[in-house]
């Protein structure tokens, strides 16, 4: 049974960057055609998608925050990371990782796209 | 970027009922539609894919339907551990986007 599981530190400052890792067990994150991604949570909120990564180093990101954002890859040890730079309150959020199946070309991820496997999440809060 | 809407926001309702939620998209999605459950604490799951695919292990209780922008999930008899939120999230167009929720709970 594939398993992925977030790490992290759960308190960062503000203007510093947040800095998370899922690790996947149970199943290769080097598997072809399931993408990993990230995904946060504000409290009471709705969900809101960060952006995935598949296992060759290709990244797609939300437009709106792909200036703070970088998603890499780790495939000897089956991880994928999250760095999140200039965080302020607003990206407080629990923090979830999750596989997704669908479409990914040159730069976007479309059809077809859907998380089949989440972590259970990691609260992150910024404050000083 | 397309905007999903959900209704209602929330609902409340007795074991036994069924119950049907709706997703709107602000423009044609086809049937690239899913749907979550997410209960407190926990991570959403993944009921429906497809606008109307069941997802393996989800009760039959579940369905879901629609294509272009009007979609629904239906529970047809509500059961204790179906009180929950559940999210519609889009995929035809990038960025993937999803719905505000709807929040299922006891009458």
């Known amino acids: 049974q594939l398993q992925l599981q977030e790490s992290g530190p759960g308190l960062v400052k503000p203007s510093e960057t947040l800095s998370l890792t899922c690790t996947v067990s149970?199943?290769?994150?080097?598997?072809?055609?399931?993408?990993w991604g990230w995904i946060r949570q504000p409290p009471g909120k709705g969900l809101e998608w960060i952006g995935t990564?598949?296992?060759?180093?290709?990244?797609y990101y939300s437009p709106s925050l792909k200036s703070r954002v970088t998603i890499s890859v780790d495939k000897s040890n089956n991880q994928f990371s999250l760095e999140l730079s200039s965080v302020t309150a607003a990206d407080t959020a629990t923090y979830y990782c999750?596989?997704?199946?669908?479409?990914?070309?040159?730069?976007?991820?479309?059809?077809?796209?859907?998380?089949?496997?989440w972590g259970q999440g990691t609260l992150v809060t910024v404050s000083s | 970027d397309i905007q999903m809407t959900q209704s209602p926001s929330s609902l409340s309702a007795s074991v036994g009922d069924r119950v049907t939620i709706t997703c709107r998209a602000s423009?044609?999605?086809?049937?690239?539609l899913m749907w979550y459950q997410q209960k407190p604490g926990k991570a959403p799951k993944l009921l429906i894919y497809?606008?109307?695919s069941l997802q393996s292990g989800v009760p039959s209780r579940f369905s879901g339907r629609g294509s272009g922008t009007d979609f629904t999930l239906t529970i047809s008899s509500l059961q204790p551990e179906d009180f929950a939120t559940y999210y519609c999230?889009?995929?035809?167009?990038?960025?993937?986007?999803f719905g505000p929720g709807t929040k299922v709970d006891i009458k």
């Open positions: 423009e044609n999605i086809a049937t690239y």
């Open positions: 999230q889009q995929s035809y167009s990038p960025p993937l986007t």
């Open positions: 149970g199943g290769s994150i080097s598997t072809s055609g399931y993408y």
């Open positions: 497809g606008a109307s």
């Open positions: 990564i598949y296992y060759s180093g290709s990244t």
């Open positions: 999750a596989r997704h199946l669908g479409y990914c070309d040159s730069t976007a991820c479309y059809k077809s796209v859907y998380f089949d496997y």
